[in-house]
């Protein structure tokens, strides 16, 4: 077999079969396909709440290609902003050949559902694209077309990493930012011969990688972990170094927002409840139970991998080392690497539960799987033919249940797409059916405006100005103070008043206004102004704005009995 020098040799001598690197194109091509008809399946960025947070991510981009700094840092999220930026400049060039021309902002906005879709199209090339480069390295360093098919094939195992490539957020960049990680680390785990310089190397491409899935979203930072495959306090220091200049430089978009950053991450960490508000300190008991408990309805299969990384953990640590197998001190480190990983991303979960925060180890459990199956499969030659296949039917036996997990998961929730869409199409239709209203939307609302004034308002109203230009009469209604403001953010409550007064007609979309969402009961109106119901479907509500002389209790008073 060749053994690059520089690089280091495979762990093994076996036999390369030759059409190995064509048969490891085929999952990530499905990958592809599946997450496209997800997409299909999701709908419309704009409905019902689902531009949180895809269009501000959309806007922010925009932000950078007219000379402004992401105004939203929470994530921080500059790399899905920078790339978000290239995909949207490279789209419009496009158009601007082929098509008419159009002002770069101007084309955006008015068609930002077409740049959205091409921004997650790029996000899962990148995706694919790193998860059949990082199973073609497995296959080269451990000769087995087995662990490189497990380490894609895991992907599928959890039903929230395939969910995330149908959005434009951090969590789909994530996927192709954690597999583009585990090329360096399959190169750290599986080469035998790596030489200094190339350990060197391998530690400084592992750290900037690393920097650059935190940039992307800080619930990355639980896959540090993957520090303890670097031997010796040099190869660390190479990690880290790399790992603070590469995150350094892709912070520098909004290198302004640091500080904000910061305070948000620590009073994250800090306090009771999400986005750092609450109390200081841990949620109540009753809430940490629940979420644990929603955290194992949703993904009971990655309990089960965390247990069965312990039993490994066990049996490694009084295994023996036996020649022709892969290095059992590092298979220690790799099940370390994961088995902390998960156990950090749970108690994050479980303290501000949110299912997408889980996303960086489901992915990373993929590299640990190959892993194993690398060293296992060359450890069970010494055992007796009925222990092999033992083994081997209970890894095919959780395999297929965890598929199967995953295609309920995703199969109930294209339904339950299908039919909110259903809904929400009854009530776009009866708001087309009303041209002469002015149309307000608020939180849900299926107008497509009101995602754009969503995407303004978390981008800073950078963008405010063409808005306004474009849709000079559009506006958003703040449920919560009783205000409707424009697109530069100018409160437009006493003109809608107005033209209330005056018998024009107004109309608020967005969540229903009854005791089903509560937001009825909370929902503050402007004086004399009050809502009857045109049309309610699913969780959606259409109402009339009506004008009364008496200025009596708003919102509790004005729920509909």
Known sequence: MHVDKGDGGNMSTGKIYKGAPRALVVIPVLAFVLSGLLVSAFGPYYL??????????????????SFHAPANFDHPGTTVHVLGAFVIFCRWTIDSVFGSWLPLQSAVLLHPEDYLHAINLFFRVLASLSMYYAARVVYRRSDSLCAAIVLQVSFFLFSETLFAQSRVTPEALLAAASFALMIPLADTALATELSPAGQRKQAA????????????????????????????????????????AAGLFLLLPGV????????????????SSYYGAGSFGLPAAAILKSNARNLLDLEPYLVVLFILYSVALVFAHVDRHEEGVPRLPMLRRVL??????????????????????????????????????????KH??????????????????????????????????????????ADLAVLEEKLKSMPECLQIGYDQSVLPLRALHFGNTMSGVQQGRTLAGLYPDSLFYSWNEGKAFSFLMEDKTQSVTDLVMNGHCVLLEGYELSAWSKLGAVMVLPANLRYEPVMTKGAQGIYRLTYTASNGPQGKENTPR
Request: charged share 15%; glycine share 6%.
């Open 336 to 377: 370390w690497s994961g088995w902390i990983a998960i156990l950090v991303q749970a108690a994050l979960v479980i303290q501000h539960y949110r299912s997408y925060y889980l996303v960086p180890s489901l992915l990373y459990v993929s590299f640990v799987n190959a892993m194993m199956t690398a060293y296992y499969l």
């Open 48 to 65: 019902a709440g689902r531009m949180d947070p895809d269009y501000f991510e959309l806007l922010n981009s925009l932000s950078l290609l």
């Open 256 to 271: 302004s927002g640091l500080s904000g950053m910061v305070a948000y991450f620590f009073s994250f960490l800090t306090h």
């Open 205 to 244: 491409v592992s750290g900037a990688l690393f920097a650059f899935g935190v940039v992307t979203k800080l619930s990355f930072l639980p896959l540090l972990s993957v520090v303890l495959l670097f031997k010796g306090f040099r190869q660390k220091i190479w990690f880290f170094t790399s790992s603070v």
């Open 380 to 421: 069970l030659k010494r055992l007796p033919r009925v222990a092999k296949a033992a083994v081997v039917l209970c890894g095919l036996i959780f395999g297929v249940a965890a598929l199967l997990h995953t295609e309920r998961s995703v199969t109930d929730w294209a339904e339950t797409e299908w039919r909110d869409r």
